[in-house]
């Protein structure tokens, strides 16, 4: 078996859970700040689903249980081994499952994976058998004799699930959410505070499963096939930095007249070495960037005027998702301020904003440990949204929290919902793409337009009613996007969001009052077999 820690995760507990800390990507690191326009969606337990799909033993993959659901799979089966993966945060209840796998099937292997390897003294503190550090799939086929060299087959995944906007969960057909592609781990490029590029190795350093484009064309065609998706989130560190690898898959995508979008990672390093319309042709439709202080000293950005990027990025039909960190070495009560400024007058569709945080295994890590830094924080509350693990030289753990949290209010307050942003974005796409020589180019603006205009319009009726208490330049920016979408959509559309948009107008309401009441939102649990024969 393996499995991904137990949960609830969105509530504070003795084994580590943290309201704070939710098991969703955007509400609890991008959009907390946005209320009731807070995109809310989970995310699988990836890493395992990958091995479970590379091994030819029995397996079971069991992703967010309960602590009942674990105790009593544990008990249904005979597992010869019990695989955990989880990350630093949640190191104590790993060490809870361990308790629970001695007791419970006591004749099991247990392997603990997964970042939580890299908590210093875990030998000590985990009764497990292996400790797996670096890639899992290659240690797994290893220890059961299997040939760890042999091509990765690469597992179906559905990148998203219930996914909740304005207090509305989405429709989970099939083909509407986009499938992930995982085509490697790590990242060459090593910066110091980076904790997947030195969990692989480090600068220079990463694994990869997919060499080429040719590769990656065939494990994305497989799975259009198999969950009828044309989207991808693509899940590599820095997609774009393999540039002749991300060329080669446009080669084959353009001869096979694929009209795919995708999500990808990258710095804006790698951003450069692409001409803008080289992106739009690759279908590239969400980037996920760093845009650390223009006086760090990032490799990644230098050259780059980040701002002008994003500009152009948006302009073109691709959503930004800016990165930034606070609390940078540089950073003082007095600076930081102008430096939030810096970063949110980058207007991307959404920013994620993270504390800068020395994990165990990077070079930051070792640098404070070593100037005698490092503050005694329990794991569960080190995970960058919180306060410092680390005396800062001139901000305090308590004004930690007061820069971070500004941060994600400012960045909603004078830029508004991202559902408004990426509302824009798409527009503009559309206008500058929708008479495009290249079909495949042209039908995928058209097809995003034809599906989600009028639902566009609607929420961002709803949006200019709300967000005028807010900002009322913003909401007056907000009704002349939705006249332009007017203007661009059909007429089914044009009638949408006269019947929709009060609609969405009294969920977002009653959302927000659920979530001031303290409304949380927890992962379904997933049980899933591989090569399983009933005994
Ligand atoms: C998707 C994701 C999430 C999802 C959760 C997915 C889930 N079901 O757990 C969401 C968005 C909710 C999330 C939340 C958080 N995340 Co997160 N997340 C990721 C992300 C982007 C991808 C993970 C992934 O699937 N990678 C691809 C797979 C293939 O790699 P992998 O998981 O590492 O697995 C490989 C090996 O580690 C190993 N392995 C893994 N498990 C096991 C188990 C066994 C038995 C074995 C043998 C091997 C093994 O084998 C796998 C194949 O090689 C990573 C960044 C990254 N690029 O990896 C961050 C990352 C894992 N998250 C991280 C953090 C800090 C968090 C948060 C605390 C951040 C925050 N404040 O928001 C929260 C925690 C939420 C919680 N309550 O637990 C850190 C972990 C840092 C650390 N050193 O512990 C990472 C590395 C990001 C980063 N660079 O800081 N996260
Ligand atoms: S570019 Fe991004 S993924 Fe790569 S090492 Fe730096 S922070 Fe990590």
């Not at 500009?311 to 939030?340: C, F, K, Y």
């Not at 901000?395 to 307050?413: N, T």
């Not at 020589?437 to 709803?462: N, Q």
């Amino acid at each position: 078996m393996l499995s991904s820690v137990f949960g609830p995760f969105a509530q504070d507990d003795e084994f580590g859970s943290r309201s704070i800390n939710p098991m969703e990507l955007y509400h609890n690191q991008v959009t907390r700040a946005q209320g009731g326009f807070s995109l809310r969606m989970f995310h699988r337990s990836w890493g395992i689903m990958l091995i479970q799909e590379n091994i030819s033993a029995p397996c079971t993959v069991l992703d967010f249980p309960t602590r009942d659901d674990f105790a009593r799979e544990l008990k249904a089966h005979r597992y010869d081994i019990v695989g955990i993966s989880a990350i630093i945060t949640n190191v104590a209840k790993v060490r809870e499952m361990c308790r629970m796998t001695r007791e419970l099937s006591p004749h099991s292997v247990i392997v603990v994976g997964g970042h939580v390897t890299a908590t210093p003294g875990i030998e000590t503190m985990i009764d497990a058998d292996h400790f797996v550090r670096g890639e899992g799939v290659s240690w797994m086929r290893r220890y059961l004799g299997e040939d760890e060299n042999a091509p990765v087959r690469h597992p179906a995944i559905v990148s998203g699930l219930r996914t909740r906007i304005m207090g509305i969960r989405l429709p989970e057909r099939k083909g509407t959410t986009a499938a992930t592609i995982i085509p490697s781990v790590g990242c060459p490029m090593g910066c110091n505070f980076c904790t997947t590029s030195s969990f692989f190795g480090g600068k220079g350093k990463f694994v990869n499963f997919f060499e080429s484009g040719d590769d990656l064309f065939e494990v994305m065609s497989r799975m259009e096939d198999e969950l009828k998706v044309h989207s991808f989130f693509v899940m590599d560190e820095n997609f774009l930095l393999h540039r002749e690898r991300a060329m080669r898959l446009l080669a084959r995508m353009k001869e096979a007249g694929k009209s795919w979008t995708m999500s990808v990672f990258a710095s804006a390093n790698a951003v450069r070495k692409y001409a803008m319309q080289e992106l739009v042709d690759l279908g590239v439709s969400w980037l996920w960037m760093g845009l650390e202080s223009p006086h760090a000293s990032y490799s990644k950005l230098q050259g780059t005027d980040t701002q002008q990027l994003a500009r152009e990025l948006r302009e073109h039909g691709i959503r930004v998702q800016g990165s930034t960190i606070i609390g940078l070495e540089h950073h003082t009560p007095e600076n930081i301020m102008a430096e939030i400024e810096h970063a949110v007058a980058h207007n991307t569709d959404f920013h994620q904003f993270m504390l800068y945080t020395p994990v165990p295994g990077t070079p930051l890590y070792q640098q404070i440990e070593a100037e005698g830094r490092l503050l005694d924080v329990d794991w569960a509350d080190i995970h960058g949204q919180y306060k410092f693990n680390f005396e800062h030289a001139a901000i305090s753990r308590d004004d930690s929290k007061r820069f971070l949290d500004w941060a994600f209010w400012r960045d909603f307050e004078l830029n508004g919902p991202s559902l408004y942003r990426i509302a824009q974005t798409l527009l503009a796409g559309w206008k500058r793409y929708k008479d495009w020589p290249d079909a495949r180019v042209r039908e995928r603006f058209a097809s995003e337009m034809g599906r989600l205009s009028g639902i566009y319009s609607s929420a961002l009726w709803a949006m200019e009613k709300q967000f005028r208490k807010v900002n009322a330049n913003v909401s007056e920016q907000i009704r002349t996007l939705r006249g332009e979408f007017k203007k661009e959509s059909g007429i089914l559309s044009r009638m949408m969001p006269a019947v929709l948009g009060p609609v969405l107008l009294w969920t977002t309401r009653r959302e927000e009052r659920r979530l001031a009441r303290g409304k949380t939102y927890e992962p379904p649990t997933i049980l899933e077999r591989r090569n399983w024969v009933e005994a």
